[in-house]
């Protein structure tokens, strides 16, 4: 396991601030002609939660892809502290690229506190021993080990798919929460395609509407975890996933959705 001062993730998370607007700068170029969803969505937790007390929590986050965004661009995330709460505080972060909103999300964060803890068990669609390492052609997933099905044999990641970080993150819970929301934009489209449709990067046009997370018990991003992803959908040319991030013992660590559009 490879250890670092300063992990790509944090780097990603660090803005030139001023007052509650933080910008970052995006690579001068990227593997496709759109910023990676799940990048613009961690900035933006990232921002939302440095905003918030340290006592709480990303607890969930949804929002919109309202645009692409591009690479090269500055991007400017106004955050909006829409309400302070003993237990709970929300906030509403909009991203700006050169004038145009690219995204909007509603994030919420919570002190924990006591209560019930546990949720219905899911055997494993792909047990670890079984899955087979590999190196998908999607952004940033040289960041990461995955291991996928043994016939498997898109371009893609597609879940249930087993995945941890190659390095070791900051033992932070802000920024292994953006880890998280980084790593949940990986499987959703692929499994939102319509039925019968063939897994090509040429087939159709396919995009991101809309995310959402919810945060459930602490993740460890440089442990190995398995991403379960079911479609639920198919309308309108829109797609529907829910997912379901699991720890090696079978702790639910997050539940996601999202829809994508698939135009064929």
Avoid at 38 to 49: P, R, V
Avoid at 195 to 206: I, N, Q, W
């Amino acid at each position: 396991m490879t250890r670092v001062d300063t992990s790509w993730i944090a780097q990603l998370l660090s803005f030139d601030r001023h007052d509650d607007t933080f910008v970052t700068a995006p690579p001068p170029a990227g593997p496709g002609p759109r910023l990676f969803g799940g990048l613009i969505a961690a900035q933006s937790l990232g921002a939302a939660g440095a905003t918030v007390g340290a006592g709480k929590l990303p607890q969930s986050l949804h929002l919109y892809f309202v645009r692409g965004g591009r690479y090269g661009v500055d991007v400017e995330l106004h955050v909006e502290r829409t309400r302070d709460g003993r237990s709970f505080d929300t906030r509403r972060v909009t991203a700006v690229q050169q004038g145009a909103v690219i995204l909007e999300m509603i994030a919420s964060f919570h002190t924990p506190e006591p209560g019930a803890d546990g949720h219905p068990e899911h055997p494993p669609s792909l047990l670890f021993g079984d899955a087979c390492p590999k190196e998908p052609d999607i952004e940033y997933a040289d960041h990461f080990e995955i291991r996928t099905t043994p016939d498997d044999d898109s371009v893609f990641a597609l879940p249930p798919f087993w995945i941890r970080t190659r390095a070791e993150i900051e033992n932070d819970p802000l920024i292994r929460a953006c880890t998280l929301t980084f790593l949940s934009d990986f499987g959703p489209v692929p499994v939102a395609r319509p039925p019968g449709t063939p897994l090509r990067p040429d087939v159709g046009y396919a995009a991101s509407l809309d995310h959402s997370v919810w945060f459930h018990r602490p993740f460890v991003p440089h442990d190995w975890h398995r991403y379960e992803v079911i479609s639920r959908n198919n309308s309108d040319s829109r797609g529907l996933a829910f997912g379901s991030l699991y720890d090696q013992r079978g702790a639910l660590i997050a539940t996601t959705a999202q829809e994508a559009l698939w135009r064929l």
